[in-house]
């Protein structure tokens, strides 16, 4: 297929007359005695009929006239990304996390509003993203949309964000039922991109139901997950009932019965060619590992904001009204800054301690919620990082609860046994997880057995946050890319992670930010 002069595909066929469905083409002669070359109009509705005819490598018109808008230009994965889900009005995104698939799904959202494809775009995503990734990746790129998130405690404050006219909405995927009728009766939103769509793989869920009432012909769906049927092949029926409902059954039963064998009374094990059927049903989808994303930088960091519970927030506060009130008219110093920043840092994190060495507890569900998320997003490995004690056996507890198997490393688990486990990690199926001690596994440790690392907060020096992303970032790392993700909920953990991220260490690094918190 060639290209000519930026507004034609010229194709070489022996039969020529089935491009007379195309309005814009026209059969340019005879090449052999055989085969004619014909040129169709390169447009958005022609390369989609070529591509339904079967034709291969149908360029999008993205390609020739889309000036990628916004501070980044493009890498090539995206720009065959954004290529791709132009091409398909429904479709998905398997590409690993850290790959960019949220900028590249703006783009191709953006062309299609540019050109009259579009008017409004619904984006569901979880909470911890809606203004670190997807909002941010809004200001990033397609700055000239307007853009709005629709996540408020009162319903008519929902109602009117949505009836607003924003073009793009960022929803979390959980207040869908609040709102799929205001958008039903709004009728304005035609399409619809599902982040982290393993959410939407049972349908009998209210969280399905809102989503697939959503969908009319008429409605473009993307749908992004790097784990499609992570846990079981029965998960790709809820996912294919929304994308792809003509290559699954109509019924759950009949899928599992296509996927599964009942091994015992209770237990269904997968046949040999499950992922197979999988892998036809949930289609059409593109995928890009990180490794095959050559122009990523070698570490992606992300950001995961979580609100902290009303206790800790209770809290916190007193705790920084405290600090106010000692701070008042006296020299504070670099013991008392890191004193008071610990403090604060330990509340955010889930448990403090007392000048008695005692904990007291703080209910940090949202937290751990969005830390399964994180695990829930990548198949490969993961290490969680946490300066607390305590808060590695909360969430070594919380992991273990939910069937992921975890590990931890702290200062009381002896050489051998840290040996022992290092070794497991790095050779075995298990533990998936390490929640460690930073000061317990900084320098000397090869985990690259994962590709992803976890800051449960911050750490206190910028050495330290290196060390611990230089567990998985060295030689042998199989992925060529790590994710790095911070988890925050306070002031002063943003301030302290930006801090760490820009690699900003000096002697007063505590003082200043213990004086801009409480400054604030």
Not at 43 to 61: A, T
Not at 223 to 250: C, H, I, R, W
Not at 256 to 282: C, G, I, N, S
Request: hydrophobic share 40%.
């Amino acid at each position: 297929m060639e290209i000519l002069d930026n507004k034609a595909l010229v194709l070489r066929t022996r039969n020529p007359d089935k491009f007379n469905l195309i309005p814009k083409s026209k059969v340019l002669g005879k090449v052999s005695p055989d085969v004619y070359e014909v040129a169709v109009h390169w447009g958005m509705d022609e390369s989609r009929v070529l591509k339904n005819l079967g034709v291969r490598g149908v360029p999008s018109p993205i390609l020739r006239s889309y000036t990628w808008p916004g501070k980044y230009m493009p890498f090539a994965h995206q720009r065959e990304m954004s290529a791709f889900l132009t091409m398909h009005k429904r479709a998905f995104n398997f590409s690993e996390p850290g790959t960019a698939k949220s900028m590249s799904a703006l783009w191709a959202a953006d062309y299609l509003m540019s050109i009259g494809e579009v008017r409004r775009c619904l984006i569901l995503c979880p909470l911890s993203i809606m203004h670190s990734v997807w909002m941010g990746d809004i200001g990033n790129s397609i700055i000239h949309r307007t853009a709005a998130v629709c996540h408020h405690s009162k319903a008519e404050r929902r109602r009117e964000i949505i009836n607003n006219g924003y073009e793009f909405i960022v929803s979390n995927y959980d207040d869908l039922p609040l709102v799929a009728e205001t958008i039903l009766r709004d009728g304005t939103f035609d399409l619809i991109i599902a982040d982290e769509a393993t959410h939407y793989k049972t349908v009998t869920t209210d969280r399905w139901k809102s989503l697939a009432k959503l969908i009319t012909p008429q409605t473009h769906l993307w749908m992004m997950t790097g784990t499609p049927a992570a846990q079981s092949p029965e998960d790709a029926f809820g996912l294919a009932k929304l994308v792809s409902p003509d290559l699954v059954p109509k019924f759950f039963t009949a899928w599992r019965d296509m996927v599964m064998y009942r091994a015992t009374r209770f237990k269904w094990l997968p046949k040999t060619d499950a992922y197979d059927q999988v892998h036809e049903a949930l289609q059409p989808a593109i995928r890009f590992t990180k490794k095959e994303c050559l122009d990523l930088p070698p570490v992606l960091t992300e950001t995961r904001e979580v609100a902290l519970t009303p206790q800790q927030a209770k809290y916190y506060k007193l705790l920084k009204e405290r600090m106010v009130m000692e701070a008042a008219g006296e020299t504070i110093t670099a013991i008392n800054a890191a004193s008071g920043v610990n403090k604060l840092l330990q509340i955010s994190a889930g448990a403090a301690y007392t000048d008695n060495k005692e904990v007291v507890e703080f209910d940090c569900t949202p937290r751990l919620n969005v830390l399964l998320e994180a695990l829930e997003e990548t198949s490969r490995k993961v290490l969680v990082f946490a300066m607390y004690r305590h808060s590695i056996d909360t969430i070594t507890r919380f992991l273990t609860k939910h069937g992921v198997a975890a590990a931890q490393i702290t200062g009381d688990v002896s050489a051998g046994k840290r040996t022992e486990i290092f070794k497991a990690f790095q050779t075995t199926d298990s533990p998936r997880v390490l929640v460690i001690q930073p000061q317990a596994a900084q320098h000397g440790v090869t985990l690259t057995a994962a590709d992803t690392v976890v800051l449960w907060g911050p750490v206190m020096s910028v050495e330290s946050y290196i060390q611990c992303i230089a567990r998985t970032d060295r030689a042998g790392q199989t992925s060529d890319k790590v994710t790095v993700i911070h988890i925050q909920s306070s002031d002063i953990e943003r301030r302290m992670f930006t801090r760490l991220a820009n690699r900003v260490q000096d002697h007063s690094m505590l003082l200043k930010i213990y004086e801009e918190t409480l400054a604030e």
